[in-house]
Each structure stands twice: as C-alpha cells, then as structure tokens.
C-alpha cells in the first residue's frame, strides 16, 4: 500500500520515466530496438527500478494510468531521436492485463503517437501469458489483432515460466517469443534449460516467430545463442536500460 501512494505520487508529479534496454541482432550486432522500462525517480535524484515497485503495478487503475504515462514518452522521445537524426526501429511496451480491460490500449496510442505522426510499426507490444489468464482472452486477442494490423508487434515476454505457453501460440497473434532469463542463466550449466532453449528455437523457426534472448550476460552466452539460431538478444553483455538522453551516445559509440 505505501509503495502505491509512493508510485502514484511519483506518476503525478511526472517523476516515472522510460529507461531503455537495447535489443541486438544475432547476425551482426545492430540495434534493432529497445525495450522501454519503467523508472521511479526519487526527490534525491535516485532512480528505482521496475522490480523494486512491482505490487504497485499490481494494481489495475495504477498500471492503466502508468502504460498511458509510459506511451506518451515514448513517443515524444521518439520524436526527440528522430529531430536527432537517430533512426531507432523500435520501442518495446510492457503491458498488463490492465491495459485491456478497458478496451482502450488502441485509443491511448493513438492519441501519442497520432498528433506526432510516428507510425504504429515503431512499437512491439510485450505481454507476459497473464494477461490471458483473467477470463478476457478474446479481448486481449482483439485488441492485439486489430493493433497488429497497423503494424505492432506483439512479443510474447518470459516465455517458458508461464502456464500453457504453447497453447498461446497456436491461438494468439504473435511476432516474438522473449525467452526467460532464467533459461538463458542456467543454459551452460544445466542440460535441461539447454534442451528449452533449444526447443524453443525450434518451434519459433517452424512457427516463423521470432525470438529474443532476454538477460544474456556473458560472451559466451550470446556465441551459443548465435549458433542455435536465436535471432535477437538482450541482456547487461550489450547494455544495461538507460535514460533517454544517453540513448544517442549509446548508438554512437557502437557505430
Ligand atoms: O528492470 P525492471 O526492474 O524494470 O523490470 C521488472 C519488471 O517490471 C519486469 O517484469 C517488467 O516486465 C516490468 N515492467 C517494467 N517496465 C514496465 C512498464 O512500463 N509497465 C509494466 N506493466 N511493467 C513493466
Ligand atoms: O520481465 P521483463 O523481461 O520485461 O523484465 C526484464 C528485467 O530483466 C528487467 O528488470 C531488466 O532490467 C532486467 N534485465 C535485463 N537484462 C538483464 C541482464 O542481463 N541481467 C539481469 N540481471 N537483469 C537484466
Ligand atoms: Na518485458
Ligand atoms: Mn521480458
């Protein structure tokens, strides 16, 4: 409950913010994306992660208004990179079963995106398999369809730590499988995990689905990864979410 007031406080006085998480491609090391994550900045300047306030975005009505926050900035700093000359592909949205409900995700990105005319293909949409378990699959499929069609993709995110994954995939729109960090943590070490992964791999090559690897640490990680055929990472080993303003510098240095 304390943590809420904190968050709500923090959303009224603007201080919940993206931070971005870069998304490579296996094959050559581009950019191909970023994943927005959300940040609380304390009145000391700290910034809190996502993870340290999650029973907030836990709470229907807290995590309407926080994805509405969040899509509004991502498109004005969309619109601040391409006044950069910074070609960035595309943004990665979280959101929750929340942002469903209501029927209105289309509307809210519209009204952000519309008046700044940045197309809807500069946006993935990340769900996690919750939001199919409240009894509104056919809304979310609706919604996700319709969005979709005017150029979203939809990412299907800690995929494997869920309840009937393969049953989302044969009925849902999705693009992109993001395979668990947990899978990725233990790959190397552990033949299970490996066997997922490479199951996993699988499965997307004849679904044609894309994947990415989410948390990929070590070098070693992504040359395995590479090798299996997995065609976009994500992890501290290419960059750890960072502020707007350091995105530029970020894809500079790279270059
Ligand atoms: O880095 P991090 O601690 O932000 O992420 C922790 C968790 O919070 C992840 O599971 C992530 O999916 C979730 N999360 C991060 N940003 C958002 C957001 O903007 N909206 C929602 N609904 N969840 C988010
Ligand atoms: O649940 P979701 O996949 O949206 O959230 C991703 C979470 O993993 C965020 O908290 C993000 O900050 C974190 N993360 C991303 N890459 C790495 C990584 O390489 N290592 C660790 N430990 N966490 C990561
Ligand atoms: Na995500
Ligand atoms: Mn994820």
């Not at 809420?4 to 870069?22: D, N, W």
């Not at 300047?45 to 340290?52: K, L």
């Not at 640490?217 to 976009?232: I, N, R, V, W």
Request: with cysteine.
């Amino acid at each position: 409950i304390e943590k809420t007031r904190e968050v709500e406080h923090a959303l009224v006085e603007g201080r919940l913010l993206p931070y971005y998480q870069p998304i490579i491609l296996s094959a050559n090391g581009d950019v191909i994306g970023f994943e927005a994550l959300v940040r609380m900045k304390r009145d000391d300047g700290s910034i809190v992660s996502a993870g340290d306030f999650h029973e907030a975005l836990d709470d229907p009505h807290l995590s309407h208004r926080v994805t509405s926050t969040m899509v509004a900035q991502i498109a004005a700093d969309l619109q601040r990179w391409s006044d950069q000359g910074l070609s960035i592909a595309r943004i990665g949205l979280n959101v929750s079963a929340a942002d469903f409900s209501r029927g209105d995700l289309e509307t809210r990105i519209s009204a952000a995106f519309g008046p700044r005319g940045i197309p809807f293909d500069r946006l993935t949409i990340e769900v996690t398999e919750s939001v199919f378990m409240q009894g509104v699959e056919e809304t979310v499929a609706g919604t996700l369809q319709r969005l979709r069609k005017r150029g979203v993709l939809v990412a299907l995110d800690d995929f494997g730590t869920g309840f009937a994954s393969l049953t989302h995939l044969r009925s849902l729109p999705v693009d992109i499988i993001k395979i668990d960090k947990s899978f990725i943590d233990m790959m190397a070490h552990d033949a299970s995990s490996l066997a997922i992964v490479e199951l996993v791999l699988d499965l997307a090559r004849k679904l044609k689905l894309k994947v990415t690897a989410e948390g990929v640490e070590q070098f070693g990680q992504a040359h395995s990864l590479l090798e299996l055929g997995c065609t976009s990472l994500q992890g501290y080993l290419f960059g750890k979410p960072m502020p707007q303003d350091k995105v530029k510098d970020f894809l500079e240095e790279r270059a």
